[in-house]
């Protein structure tokens, strides 16, 4: 098939350029459906719902190479170690045919690809297509476990995350972590070894600045710049069949709203050699790294590091925005009342960590409405703002931490304080080594100081409770 292919579409002929398709390599839960709206948009672009198509050039190689006489893989259905030169002439043809009808119908010059997994299959596409272009799509590795356990809440299935859950079945932020190191790895290999065919995209670039973003992915791939694209992906022109993002088809803008939300994740649950693999890769991507200070009051909240970043969360720059005061002033009006009404009767009531100083903060993620935290001195019976220069958070002997909307639900009543920390939207970290009941007790404690319920009358065991709380940190 010739490099531009003329073929009918209504009625009208049509040019399309099947010599220089772009493929997306990403994982699942990583914004690649919004990629691929974005790419969909422009007028010479097209790019339809996963196809597989990557997985199926890999196919026609075994099967070519079979018929070709060529050696095989090893592992059966994987790409031969060489592809006989017949065969990806064979693959080509094929797939031409394909994307040329596709465009010639859509009334597009370009065919982009978007299919998870694709990093196993880049140097295969590359051969069979030298003049293709890459864009390797990331996203910090505890946003996309965030996100991946919120879009299978009943069990982990899909996104090819099955293999992982059933390695590790009582464990999804583990299996969850090796998926992102196993799909990230391959993709980040093949842009340093093809640094001219690659173009880096990350996740958190993507909704904090998209038109900046989509018009470098334009000035890449070789398209002229459309202004105003970020509003227009979202035009009903987009397809609809096949596999995507559960939550794009209501959506009608792009927020930066899910950056750090993975800072509710326990880094603990994630075993180290594990959690150093990652922070080797997430460091050379531009991320912070996961470690025991993850998620805990004082560090940023945006997952990228700061000279990496270019621009910044609408709505403002972390820790410059009042999105939080007004759940911050209720907390503190809370735990003043809660003191004041345990009076000497917190000391008994509240052994042995009735003497205890600790913080507790709210926080929106990415640091978009900034933090607010209070020091609570329980022997001085003082509610102080931690930014007071009376206050040294660093004297709190532990800390709880959730987003605004978090500490408005449960000071509210609409969510109990103990299911948000078992689902980690709250988070309670220790700057030691808790007894075996010190952390129920504080929680406990801190339950009674905000109001949420009365165990004046309890036995000290039945205030406790034995269910664990998750511990953010370490």
């Known amino acids: 098939m010739d490099r531009l292919v003329s073929a009918a579409l209504n009625g009208s002929a049509h040019s399309v350029d099947v010599a220089n398709p772009v493929f997306v390599l990403c994982m699942g839960r990583s914004g690649s459906t919004l990629l691929r709206f974005l790419l969909d948009a422009h007028p010479d672009l097209a790019c339809p719902p996963e196809t597989s198509l990557p997985a199926l050039c890999a196919q026609l190689a075994v099967v070519w190479s079979l018929i070709e006489g060529a050696p095989l893989s090893a592992n059966r259905g994987d790409a031969p170690p060489q592809v006989p030169d017949p065969a990806i002439s064979g693959i080509r043809h094929t797939v031409d045919m394909m994307t040329g009808s596709y465009l010639a119908r859509r009334g597009k010059r370009r065919f982009c690809d978007k299919s998870l997994g694709s990093a196993s299959f880049a140097e295969l596409l590359l051969r069979i297509y030298p003049e293709a272009k890459f864009i390797c799509l990331y996203r910090h590795p505890m946003d996309m476990i965030r996100s991946g356990i919120e879009a299978c809440p009943w069990g982990l299935n899909g996104y090819g995350f099955d293999q992982y859950i059933g390695a590790s079945p009582g464990n999804s932020v583990m299996a969850l972590a090796r998926y992102w190191l196993e799909n990230a790895s391959p993709i980040a290999a093949f842009q340093e070894q093809h640094p001219d065919r690659c173009h880096r995209v990350r996740y958190e670039d993507l909704v904090t600045d998209p038109e900046r973003t989509a018009q470098d992915i334009y000035r890449f791939i070789g398209v002229r710049e459309v202004p105003g694209i970020a509003q227009t992906c979202f035009s009903p022109e987009r397809e609809r069949f096949g596999p ?104 008994s ?47 709190a ?3 709880i931490l959730g987003s605004p909307e978090t500490w408005d639900a449960v000071l509210s009543g609409r969510v109990n304080l103990h299911v948000a920390l078992r689902r980690c939207d709250l988070r309670y970290c220790s700057a030691g080594d808790d007894g075996p009941f010190d952390t129920q007790t504080r929680v406990a404690m801190l339950s009674d100081l905000l109001g949420l319920s009365s165990w004046s009358s309890a036995s000290r065991r039945d205030r406790v409770g034995l269910s664990p709380i998750p511990v953010a940190a370490g």
């Open 349 to 395: 009531r509240w052994a042995p960590v009735a003497s205890d100083k600790f913080l507790v903060v709210s926080r929106s993620p990415g640091g978009g409405g900034g933090e607010s935290g209070w020091l609570v001195d329980l022997d001085a019976r003082t509610v102080m703002a931690a930014d007071d220069a009376n206050a040294d958070p660093d004297e």
């Open 244 to 347: 995507a993002d559960h939550k794009i088809w209501a959506t009608s803008e792009i927020t930066a709203d899910s950056v750090g939300k993975g800072e509710s994740i326990p880094v603990g649950l994630i075993p180290p050699p594990i959690t150093n693999a990652i922070n080797e890769l997430a460091g050379k991507l531009g991320y912070r790294p996961i470690d025991g200070e993850w998620g805990t009051p004082g560090m940023p909240a945006d997952p990228r590091l700061p000279e990496t970043i270019s621009q910044v969360i609408e709505g403002g720059e972390a820790g410059s925005g009042d999105g939080s005061a007004a759940e911050s002033a209720m907390l503190a009006e809370r735990l003043r009342a809660g003191l004041e009404q345990a009076g000497v009767e917190l000391a």
């Open 397 to 399: 002997e532990w800390n």
